[in-house]
């Protein structure tokens, strides 16, 4: 049966979400505040501010369900002043319609990183970025609007460039260069194939039986940041690049002077020490598996020769 759905942003969560919709017989409309987003005929782009109550109610109208996937510049202040106020007016606007609005989360919330996260592992991290994710599960838990709310560690794949695994990895393997990497580059890792987050928030919007839950996105078991610049490499045919690391210390140090490192630091404890998550309920819930690794990595490795050609 096709549906009508809305997804607003159009990074890499929310254009492959809207892709996966469209590529299964849906209608999108897809709202960015610019009007982008990938080109399909399924998908209507719209300009919308997603602080904009009649600008967003405009966006929903016969809408299904609604994946909310804007992001703000990477800051606990940037998040704090844009994304409640965001949620909060597509709550709202959701819940008038009785529709569910399901969300791309992250694993920032986790009040205890150093042991495996499991959908029931607590989330009350407080401070900084993480404080902020958890205020916004709160807020979810509390609204009268039916929510999902599907975690994913770090993302590959597709349409994926701003990620550790991304765009600065993907060139080292094709330049054939050293890979300066986030702490310790061989800790143990999880890391989210994109089109598997994407497909984890698809069926959740059909399945009235999870809503009002967190869900974790279907995730293979850990690997490391080299492992990752490996697959790639495999993929491309190329060799492994080196790779080293740099200390969340050292990051601290340098964020004394550069606000961009600080706020890169905060997060350094993710790369310093194993940072694992667990899908397996998850995935028997939605029942989707996750891709494997030398699968994401080639239709990545495929994507980035398409798009960025030497």
């Given at each position: 049966?096709?549906?009508?759905y809305?997804v607003t942003?159009?990074?890499?969560?929310?254009?492959?979400v809207?892709?996966?919709?469209?590529?299964?017989?849906?209608?999108?409309v897809?709202?960015?505040?610019s009007?982008?987003?990938?080109?399909?005929?399924?998908i209507?782009?719209m300009?919308?501010?997603?602080?904009?109550?009649?600008?967003?109610?405009?966006a929903m109208?016969?809408?299904?369900?609604?994946?909310?996937?804007?992001?703000?510049?990477?800051?606990?202040?940037?998040w704090a002043e844009t994304?409640?106020?965001?949620?909060?007016?597509?709550?709202?606007a959701?819940?008038?319609r009785?529709?569910?609005v399901?969300?791309p989360e992250s694993?920032y919330?986790?009040?205890?990183?150093?042991?495996?996260?499991?959908e029931?592992s607590?989330?009350?991290?407080?401070?900084g970025?993480?404080?902020v994710?958890?205020?916004?599960?709160?807020?979810?838990?509390?609204s009268?609007t039916?929510?999902?709310?599907?975690?994913?560690?770090?993302?590959?794949g597709?349409h994926?460039?701003?990620?550790?695994a991304?765009?600065?990895?993907?060139?080292?393997?094709?330049?054939?260069?050293?890979?300066?990497?986030v702490?310790?580059?061989?800790?143990?890792?999880s890391?989210?194939?994109m089109?598997?987050?994407a497909?984890?928030?698809v069926?959740?919007?059909?399945?009235?039986?999870?809503?009002?839950t967190?869900l974790?996105?279907?995730?293979a078991q850990?690997?490391?940041?080299?492992?990752?610049?490996e697959a790639?490499?495999?993929?491309?045919?190329r060799?492994?690049?080196?790779?080293?690391?740099?200390s969340?210390?050292?990051?601290?140090?340098?964020?004394l002077?550069?606000?961009?490192?600080?706020?890169?630091?905060?997060?350094?404890?993710q790369?310093d020490?194993p940072?694992m998550?667990?899908?397996?309920?998850?995935?028997?819930?939605?029942?989707?598996?996750?891709?494997?690794?030398?699968?994401?990595?080639?239709?990545?490795?495929?994507w980035?020769?398409?798009?960025h050609?030497?």
């Amino acid at each position: 049966m096709s549906n009508h759905y809305l997804v607003t942003g159009s990074g890499p969560v929310g254009t492959t979400v809207a892709l996966a919709l469209a590529n299964n017989g849906h209608s999108v409309v897809l709202a960015t505040r610019s009007g982008g987003g990938p080109e399909h005929p399924a998908i209507r782009r719209m300009r919308a501010d997603a602080l904009d109550p009649a600008q967003v109610a405009a966006a929903m109208a016969g809408a299904t369900a609604v994946f909310h996937c804007i992001h703000a510049a990477y800051s606990a202040r940037a998040w704090a002043e844009t994304l409640p106020r965001a949620e909060e007016l597509v709550l709202a606007a959701a819940g008038d319609r009785g529709i569910p609005v399901l969300f791309p989360e992250s694993l920032y919330s986790y009040s205890n990183p150093e042991r495996p996260m499991a959908e029931n592992s607590p989330r009350n991290a407080a401070g900084g970025k993480r404080g902020v994710r958890t205020a916004l599960l709160n807020a979810r838990a509390a609204s009268g609007t039916h929510t999902v709310s599907v975690v994913a560690s770090d993302f590959y794949g597709p349409h994926v460039e701003n990620a550790h695994a991304g765009a600065r990895m993907l060139e080292s393997v094709f330049a054939g260069r050293r890979l300066l990497a986030v702490g310790n580059p061989a800790q143990p890792h999880s890391f989210t194939y994109m089109p598997d987050l994407a497909a984890a928030m698809v069926r959740a919007a059909e399945r009235e039986d999870l809503w009002n839950t967190v869900l974790h996105a279907p995730t293979a078991q850990p690997s490391s940041q080299r492992a990752m610049a490996e697959a790639y490499a495999a993929a491309a045919d190329r060799p492994a690049p080196k790779v080293t690391g740099m200390s969340g210390g050292i990051l601290r140090a340098i964020g004394l002077v550069h606000p961009a490192t600080r706020e890169l630091a905060e997060m350094a404890y993710q790369f310093d020490n194993p940072f694992m998550m667990d899908s397996t309920r998850s995935e028997s819930l939605l029942g989707l598996s996750p891709t494997p690794l030398a699968d994401g990595a080639r239709a990545t490795v495929d994507w980035w020769r398409e798009t960025h050609p030497a």
